[in-house]
T-cell receptor, first 108, second 115 residues
Framework: ELKVEQNPLFLSMQEGKNYTIYCNYS?????LYWYRQDPGKSLESLFV???NGAVKQEGRLMASLDTKARLSTLHITAAVHDLSATYFC????????WGAGTKLIIKP | DAGVIQSPRHEVTEMGQEVTLRCKPI?????LFWYRQTMMRGLELLIY????????DSGMPEDRFSAKMPNASFSTLKIQPSEPRDSAVYFC?????????????FGPGTRLLVL
């Protein structure tokens, strides 16, 4: 059974700091997704990582994938308040298995 | 493009009543997914369709739940009878091609409260 674990589940940080969210999964998968969800809102796609060593960057967010370690990271550089949200990773083919989400609060 | 459209956005009903949630996928998308999100269980895939055909409904919690997709632009998720534990946010998502492996685009969700 495919399981997806995120950590930390909650993160409070100051603006300007760097931090990393981790996503571990239990079986092989050929792609991994990162989504963002604002409180009371829908889910917004951030990245799709397709292969081992894939790295994608958008603004202050950078995601990477290590399929051998079954690990993806979402790195936040010089965090700003607008990045406060819950971040989910998801793994799978037709049926995505979702992590529990990391609630990120960035204090001004 | 208007994105995935869901209705109603909020629904409050009493236990035992029938609830119907509606979804219009993005035009041209051939995969449609129904999810449920709760604090306790997170995001759960309930069922997904390809070209209007249900492919996997193993996530549907019980027989009280049913889903249909009569055409490429419309799907419903029905709960009959509803129970308080069905209270959740129900999301519809759609994707195009790639055997369902492409990015899923989510609708705004329906917030269901069963009293």
């Amino acid at each position: 059974e495919l399981k997806v674990e995120q950590n930390p589940l909650f993160l409070s940080m100051q603006e300007g700091k760097n931090y990393t969210i981790y996503c571990n999964y239990s079986t092989t998968s050929d792609r991994l997704y990162w989504y963002r969800q604002d409180p009371g809102k829908s889910l917004e796609s951030l990245f799709v990582l397709l292969s081992n060593g894939a790295v994608k960057q958008e603004g202050r967010l950078m995601a990477s994938l290590d399929t051998k370690a079954r690990l993806s990271t979402l790195h936040i550089t010089a965090a700003v308040h607008d990045l406060s949200a819950t971040y989910f990773c998801a793994v799978g083919n037709y049926q995505l298995i979702w992590g529990a989400g990391t609630k990120l609060i960035i204090k001004p | 493009d208007a994105g995935v459209i869901q209705s109603p956005r909020h629904e409050v009903t009493e236990m035992g009543q029938e609830v119907t949630l509606r979804c219009k996928p993005i035009s041209g998308h051939d995969y449609l997914f129904w999810y449920r999100q709760t604090m306790m269980r997170g995001l759960e895939l309930l069922i997904y369709f390809n070209n209007n055909v249900p492919i996997d409904d193993s996530g549907m919690p019980e027989d009280r739940f049913s889903a249909k997709m009569p055409n490429a632009s419309f799907s419903t998720l029905k709960i009959q009878p509803s129970e308080p534990r069905d209270s959740a946010v129900y999301f519809c998502a759609s994707s195009f091609g790639g055997a369902g492996k492409e990015t899923q685009y989510f609708g705004p969700g329906t917030r269901l409260l069963v009293l």
